[in-house]
């Protein structure tokens, strides 16, 4: 998904196979929320490969005050996206660098949850062709939260603001 994911328009996406490529990882910060993760039915895979993504949003996640998150405990690192204004039609490439503890990222807007799925360790993300929208969601400012779990429950989240033109 946020980040360039209108969440809004989930039924006009459509996932490529294609897992985003690792990336370093900055330090941690802490927050939580809960972390559901339904796919929902408007996402068809894909069957051609994409090319190798580029980032032009990047969202660190600033550093905390106090050391970082335990070893076992869940953190967002960095949000990158093909860009934090997302033209239609496009290509959208989403990656989330997390801590290795992190088993699932989700993202989140307007109701609707997208599971990012994994690319290695501490790496989730995907492509998609973004076809054209309604114009309702056109020129509109969408806050796209992405929620990180661990094995343990525990779980925290960043949100992201992204614009649909």
Same mark, same amino acid.
């Given at each position: ?7 809004a328009m989930? !039924?006009t996406?459509?996932v490529?196979?294609? @897992? ?7 330090p941690?910060s ?10 929902p ?13 580029t &980032?032009?949003?990047? &969202? ?6 106090? @050391? ?6 869940p953190a967002?690192f ?6 934090a204004v ?16 992190v088993?699932?990222? %989700?993202? =989140? ?5 997208i599971a990012?799925?994994?690319a290695? @360790?501490?790496?989730?993300g995907?492509?998609? %062709?973004? =076809? ?7 020129? =509109? =400012? ?14 925290? !989240?960043? %949100?992201?603001?992204?614009v649909?033109?």
């Open positions: 998904m946020s980040l360039a994911l209108a969440l989930l !039924s996406l459509t490529a196979q294609t @897992p985003p490529a690792p990336g370093p990882s900055p941690p802490p927050s939580s929320a809960a972390a559901p993760s339904a796919i039915s408007g996402l068809q895979p894909s069957p051609a490969p994409v090319a190798t993504p &980032y032009r949003f990047v &969202y660190r996640v600033p550093a905390p005050a106090t @050391p970082g998150p335990a070893p076992d405990e967002i960095e949000i990158d996206l093909t860009d997302i033209a239609t039609p496009s290509q959208l490439d989403v990656r989330v660098l997390t801590s290795p503890a088993v699932s990222v %989700t993202a =989140r807007a307007l109701g609707h949850t990012l799925p994994p290695g @360790p501490g790496v989730f995907f492509s998609a %062709t973004i =076809r054209d929208v309604p114009d309702a969601l056109r020129n =509109r =400012r969408f806050d796209v939260e992405f929620v990180a779990a661990a094995q343990s429950g525990h779980s925290t !989240s960043v %949100t992201v603001p992204i649909l033109k």
